[in-house]
């Protein structure tokens, strides 16, 4: 939506500034030791039809990668940034705000600010003297804005600019997200997605005077079926009005600032219409115009580029009758002419994730019909709460040390690759996602050297096939302590948390604090109290036996290093990465990380072992020969998963510069042979002929009262349900595969498999948007 705004007014910013002259064009919303994030922010003057925008920094830089322009330069301190195709028309009055780059610099050397930006020859920087200190994490500040611009808040609405490029395939028709003109609550209401049966709404109110404390009454048109909040408190008593109050942390609002950092997700019943919001009441003030704006529009054709493309129906319903998952459809995001649609794999992927959801699921937030509340009695020995987290794979086992890699996976995606989310809608829904996992960690962490590992008995659970809901066997924790160790276990829960920490550092300050102190005492405890995890939990060896602790104790210490800029933490990496001959790896799995410490020590000190190293890993994964339809084969295990893995470490070296046209190539060959290359998709639910016989116990379930047992394994017809999104184990070295509901070594799914898989697609989404794909 746009706000249209009349004389000097400041607006709240969430960047971090370096106190130099171009606060007012250059937002930082995040940085790390030897790189930040930025969006430039430039008021358009004059209609122009093309455009060229000079950005200098105090010193040269390493790299930058730009979205939304191209990137020319001779001296890396001055770079020229020229329009794409579909967004050199900007107009007079409006806030230009689609371009953004990461820099990248030696992290021993000084923070590179910017000193000038120029756009068509203009600077639009201010002309305070530069300061090159990085950039404060300190609370929000303001920018002040030119007299009637028009802000630009949500990208793209049906006035807007496309921030990535059109596509020019053959249309097809999706639900579109539209708002009325001003004059109603859509001037303080942003509607950025909508789904069957649900929206993601933005609230941006004007704050007329300072307050300490704050509450916010929306009224719907109708009754809804739930809300899901984040940076306020909610209640209601009829599911039509909701008060939201201000949380410990954003209660103080300064007059004469727009407050923007509250939103949530609606959810109603999908045969019903959508709901509109009729009132936004700020501290008893209404400020809506007068009227009622739609929250959701009609049917509109857009384009669609992928071969092989399954669309994102609202339900579907099986020859049986059972109904499967909704899928929220992507009504605000322009597919790009890609050979697949990234957007839908990683929406698809998301709700994979949603179904392995374990304990009380919220009743606004589950778009998976088949699935509801389960294991609400998982407590430690001493009773402790361990609801919550993802069941493992195709059975309801709590494994915490693979649980722990697949969110230190997904989260560094979602931290270095945030674009290929926010492109797709589904950035709130990945941090959501990766924030489960991070809240039972911290519930399992219930000592500064006491952390459960495991909850149920593996063997008792794969000794029933059923629903989770429905689970009535024992299922007892485990933990690791300092007389029982665990390295490893303890090592990735602390990467994990230290990566979810930056994921939530410009979104919830307070949680993310919480997170990085976890990870800290992990950290010190894995340090300190050294031994295998699995040797500790003895039933953990026979299923994800762990071969070492040097690589996670090198992890850890590399992740805590990029969360807190201490250099002791990079100097332990450093020690473990030599105590432990980390410079040559295989693989990158939940047991092995070598690979993973190599590409980020290349990327924190730019230092030529870690560089050589990763380029000797990826290199040899270019090298190798692979099938006959040319997976990259590894292991039958999980063969998609180790090749999915690998493409993400290597697309990870080809940022750096090391060899990124044959990285980026391998990378894309081995995503695209699970999205179907081979004549047929590995993603269930996604494009040509995908599997329909996971080994999966609650897709496989057909809706109750229907019995679920061993008759249903061993039953031939498809799953009840459609398990959108898992990753299943793939084929042999031969190319051969059985879509076997009893073959779980080719056709079982698990959070693991997705992880590395849904992180190397959003890396490819990314460079999709920024038109470097290969």
């Known amino acids: 939506m746009k706000l249209f705004i009349l004389g000097l007014i400041t607006i709240l910013s969430s960047h971090q500034v370096f106190g130099g002259p171009c606060d007012n064009a250059v937002s930082i919303s995040t940085s790390w030791p030897g790189g930040y994030t930025a969006t430039l922010i430039i008021p358009i003057t004059t209609t122009v039809s093309s455009w060229s925008i000079d950005v200098t920094f105090t010193a040269a830089i390493s790299t930058l990668e730009v979205w939304n322009a191209v990137s020319t330069t001779t001296d890396k301190k001055t770079f020229r940034l020229n329009n794409m195709s579909y967004n050199g028309a900007q107009n007079a009055g409006t806030v230009f705000n689609t371009v953004g780059f990461n820099v990248w610099y030696p992290s021993s050397n000084a923070f590179p600010a910017i000193t000038s930006v120029l756009f068509n020859g203009v600077n639009v920087c201010s002309a305070t003297a530069p300061n090159t200190a990085a950039p404060s994490t300190a609370a929000p500040v303001t920018t002040v804005l030119p007299t009637a611009v028009t802000v630009t808040t949500k990208p793209p609405s049906p006035t807007t600019v496309n921030t990535v490029p059109p596509s020019t395939a053959a249309p097809t028709t999706v639900a579109s997200v539209t708002t009325r003109a001003p004059g109603s609550c859509s001037t303080v209401a942003s509607v950025s997605s909508a789904w069957p049966g649900g929206l993601t709404v933005t609230l941006i109110i004007p704050v007329p005077i300072s307050v300490t404390s704050w509450n916010i009454d929306i009224t719907f048109s109708a009754t809804i079926s739930g809300l899901q909040v984040w940076n306020a408190q909610m209640s209601t008593t009829n599911n039509i009005q909701f008060r939201l109050t201000n949380m410990n942390y954003n209660g103080a609002q300064n007059a004469g600032t727009i407050f923007n950092s509250v939103g949530f997700n609606v959810a109603y019943p999908a045969a019903n219409p959508s709901p509109t919001i009729v009132s936004v009441v700020f501290n008893g003030i209404n400020v809506c115009s007068a009227g009622v704006a739609p929250t959701t529009g009609s049917v509109v054709t857009t384009t669609q580029s992928q071969a092989g493309s399954t669309a994102a129906p609202a339900s579907v319903t099986t020859s049986a009758g059972a109904a499967t998952s909704t899928v929220p459809s992507n009504s605000s995001v322009t597919p790009l002419n890609t050979k697949y649609n990234y957007a839908e794999v990683i929406t698809k992927s998301l709700l994979f994730y949603y179904v392995q959801r374990s304990g009380r699921l919220p009743t606004n937030d589950n778009p998976i019909p088949y699935r509801s509340d389960s294991a609400l009695g998982d407590v430690g020995q001493n009773g402790e709460d361990l609801t919550g987290g993802y069941y493992d794979a195709g059975d309801f086992v709590k494994f915490g040390f693979p649980m722990a890699f697949m969110t230190t996976v997904v989260a560094s995606s979602v931290l270095d690759y945030p674009l290929g989310y926010s492109s797709a809608g589904q950035l709130t829904n990945a941090r959501n996602m990766v924030k489960w996992a991070s809240d039972y960690f911290i519930k399992a962490h219930v000592a500064p050297n006491k952390l459960y590992g495991q909850v149920g008995d593996g063997h008792a659970d794969h000794s029933y096939w059923g629903r989770p809901e429905d689970m009535t066997m024992a299922r007892p924790a485990s933990f690791i302590s300092t007389s029982n160790p ?281 460079l999709a948007v920024n038109g470097q794909l290969i």
């Open 486 to 766: 665990g390295s490893d276990l303890a090592g990735e829960t602390a990467a994990a948390l230290a990566v979810t920490s930056m994921i939530f550092s410009q979104v919830n300050a307070t949680y993310s604090a919480i997170c990085l102190s976890h990870a800290k005492n992990l950290y010190t405890f894995a340090k300190q109290y050294q031994g295998l995890y699995s040797s500790s939990i003895s039933q953990a060896g026979d299923f994800y036996r762990s071969s070492g602790y040097g690589d996670e104790l090198a992890w850890a210490a590399v992740w805590l290093y990029r969360a807190t800029q201490d250099v002791a933490y990079l100097n332990d990496a450093k020690a473990y990465y030599n105590q432990y001959g980390l410079g040559g790896a295989g693989e990158f799995s939940w047991d092995s990380k070598a690979a993973g410490v190599q590409v980020m020590l290349a990327k924190l000190t730019n230092d030529p072992t870690y560089i050589n190293a990763i380029k000797s890993f990826c290199d040899s994964k270019v090298n190798q020969p692979k099938t006959p339809k040319g997976l990259l084969f590894i292991s039958q295990w999980g063969a998609l998963r180790h090749a999915s893995n690998i493409a993400y470490i290597c697309l990870q070296a080809a940022d750096l510069g090391i060899n990124s046209l044959a990285y980026r190539k391998l990378a894309q060959q081995q995503i695209h042979y699970a999205l179907g290359d081979t004549g047929r998709s590995f993603v269930c639910g996604f494009g040509t002929n995908p599997p329909v016989r996971s080994h999966h116990r609650s897709s496989s379930c057909p809706n109750k009262p229907a019995t679920c047992d061993w008759n249903t394994y061993n039953s031939p017809a498809p799953n009840a349900h459609i398990l959108y999104g898992a990753l299943v184990g793939g084929p042999d070295s031969n190319d051969n595969y059985d879509d076997n509901r009893q073959n779980y070594v080719t056709n079982e799914v698990a959070t693991d498999y997705n992880a590395g898989f849904q992180a190397a697609v959003a890396a490819l989404q990314t």
